[in-house]
């Protein structure tokens, strides 16, 4: 079933973690699995921000010696990142196994990250200017409260709670998705993608990377692909709806954009709330009211319909 959040507000930051944990909250009952966000902060001009994890599920099961595997791990990131010339600024640790660095460098980026995701286990889950992309198993509080994101301010975000149904219960398979080579690109995904394979292929051959076999990944590599070959984020979400077979409904965030569109038949739900400042959508009123408790008229958007707003 699972469920998705959008929010953006026009003009100013606002405290976009806490906005989206209540958003998200009020649809944990659409997917229990796991929960994501993507959070657009002020980019810092020169710094990149890498999110990324160094084990799942089944690593952590390995007992005492997934530690030291861990540690092994962040040891090689640390050294492929010196030998890109990225300099680390900062790095926090959520968890053991999801990190966060703040880097600066003017090398490859694009090659730094796919020499870092050769390593087994590890996955660059965001890598950008602005966008911090954070997925774990549990409940939105659980997640916000685990990666402190209730203080988090930002002008966007874009959430997703995940009910397994063709693919792991694990972080990988969760949402937001991320995808090279733009930096600051993000989707959530509410649906089912009948030609997936067919689609992901193509994108193969194009020379993209998948982390998952959900279909939702392609997505976000679709989207980034055609950003990066200079289609706007409207033309983008416009030809997905002609390219892309299935039913469904999804969000994209760009570093000062947020995107929706709809399949031809309409048939994944999304609730939508616009006023001078604010934007903001879920796959159900509860989730904007959670927000915005006040009187508010929302709209449901129609069958192939996009949408883009500006931060």
């Known amino acids: 079933m699972c469920g998705i959040a959008g929010l953006i507000h026009k003009g100013k930051s606002s405290a976009v973690g806490s906005e989206m944990t209540a958003m998200l ?26 999110r990324l994890k160094v084990a799942e599920a089944e690593d952590r099961a390995k007992g005492r010696g997934v530690h ?8 090689v990131v640390e050294e492929i990142l010196k030998e890109h010339g990225a300099q680390v600024k900062s790095k926090d640790a959520a968890t053991e196994y999801a990190l966060r660095y703040v880097l600066s460098m003017t090398g490859d980026v694009a090659a730094m990250a796919e020499h870092i995701e050769e390593n087994e286990g590890v996955e660059i889950l965001s890598f950008g ?5 954070i997925k774990d198993l549990g409940d939105a509080t659980v997640v916000s409260e685990q990666y402190g994101l209730t203080g988090f301010q930002g002008t966007h975000a874009i959430g997703h709670t995940r009910m397994a149904t063709e693919s792991d219960v694990d972080i990988k ?12 690109v993000s989707v959530v995904h509410n649906g089912q993608i009948t030609n997936y394979w067919i689609m992901r292929r193509e994108m193969e051959r194009k020379g993209h990377r998948f982390m998952s076999n959900c279909d939702s990944e392609l997505l976000a590599v679709y989207t980034a692909h055609n950003l990066a070959n200079g289609v706007s984020l ?9 390219e892309i077979d299935g039913v469904f409904t999804y969000l994209v965030a760009t570093k000062d954009q947020l995107g929706l569109a709809k399949d031809t038949m309409a048939a994944k739900p999304l609730v939508l709330y616009e006023s001078d400042d604010l934007i903001a959508m879920a796959s159900e009123e ?3 009211r959670a927000i915005l408790p006040e009187e508010i008229d929302t709209t449901d958007p129609y069958d192939e319909e996009v949408r883009v707003w500006q931060a």
Do not use: C
Not at 25 to 50: C, N, W
Not at 129 to 133: A, D, S, Y
């Open 286 to 288: 509860v989730a904007i």
């Open 68 to 75: 030291q595997l861990i540690r092994d791990r962040i040891a």
């Open 129 to 133: 200017n602005g966008l911090e992309l």
């Open 234 to 242: 409207e033309d983008s979400l416009r030809n997905s709806i002609q």
């Open 25 to 50: 909250q009020a649809l944990k009952h659409r997917g229990p699995d796991s929960t994501g966000y993507a959070v657009y902060g002020t980019p810092t001009e020169g710094d990149f921000i890498m």
């Open 173 to 184: 398979s969760a949402h937001p998705y991320w995808a090279f080579p733009y930096n600051d």
